[in-house]
């Protein structure tokens, strides 16, 4: 039986999600609390990696067990022995050839900045000190959901072969006075993607390029002519959505 979990966690004590052999990873804290609690060897797929220091508000995964588990019992216990942050929130039965990761059908992050310097946000948002133009930002948002090759934004030398990416959403908002999100959403998300596209936005935003500059990084497809990586705290991974399968 294949079992999907949906999990939050900071990702600021962690190497990313994905299980490595010299660092620590949530997948791995996950498995080994999984196996546990099952008492056999439990290992999950997750529906997409999130990198180091990155959050989640709802990462799914998946993983099997011939068993049926008590849901309101299995979350009591797999959140009684997994750290504080790291929280399991809800686990469903799925049909047994459903995948994490290869039915997921759009994923969603969200980038938090902070205007205001808060000590009860640190780690959790980026501090800018400048302002905010929205108008601009926006602008800069509706040019990306209209390209699909994100090489220019890629991580330098990862694994990748295809840097195509259907964006379907990006908008940049207020969520109050001294806090600015900037969501995005697509069917996939290439390695410091999200981070290397805000990063370049927020040289926009500050004037040392215009809309016309911007459109050329997107097409010279080279990650030396876009902007810096913002902060890997203000990252999270809103959601992973589906088709009505589930």
Known sequence: ???FIYISYLGTNYHGWQVQENALSIQQILNNSLSKILKEDIKTVGAGRTDTGVHALNQVAHFDFNQVLDNNDFLYKINSILPND?????IIKVQDDFHARFDAVERR???KINLKKSPFLYGLTYHYKNKINLSVLNKASKII??????KSFCKSKSDVKNYICNLTFAKWKKSDDDTVVFEISADRFLRGMVRAIVGTMLILNEGKINLSDFK???????RRNAGFSVFPGGLY???VLYSNKL
């Open 145 to 150: 959901v209209s390209n699909d090759n994100f």
């Open 1 to 3: 039986m294949r079992y």
């Open 86 to 90: 790291i929280s399991v929130n809800k």
């Open 237 to 239: 991974l809103k959601e």
């Open 216 to 222: 050329k990084i997107i097409f010279k497809n080279d």
């Open 109 to 111: 992050y969200i980038y």
